[in-house]
């Protein structure tokens, strides 16, 4: 018999980072984060946009083109947000 409840489910690991200002890295038009899984530098519209970092390889990258080349696996598997807090 298996059990389905809620607890025994197998739920993906979060976390939740505060961001310091020294985190930031300054470009040329953009705001910039490092991932905390892979540490690849990821522009934060990015992270708004698509939810993933530079590091991760979508499933359109990582179709083979030729049978020489192989299936290639997400570099990063992160998925990513921004949450603004704030108290008043």
Excluded at 2 to 21: F, H, L, V
Excluded at 33 to 59: E, F, H, M, V, W
Aim: charged share 30%.
């Amino acid at each position: 018999m298996s059990d389905t409840s809620p607890e025994n489910e197998k739920t993906p690991t979060k976390a939740r980072m505060i961001i310091e200002p020294d985190a930031l890295h300054e470009g040329e038009d953009e705001l910039f984060l490092d991932c905390p899984q892979c540490g690849s530098t990821t522009t934060i519209s990015r992270i708004l946009n698509k939810g993933r970092c530079s590091g991760y390889l979508d499933a359109k990258e990582a179709e083979s083109t030729t049978e020489d080349e192989q299936l290639l696996d997400p570099i990063c598997t992160a998925k990513l947000s921004l949450e603004l807090v704030w108290t008043s």
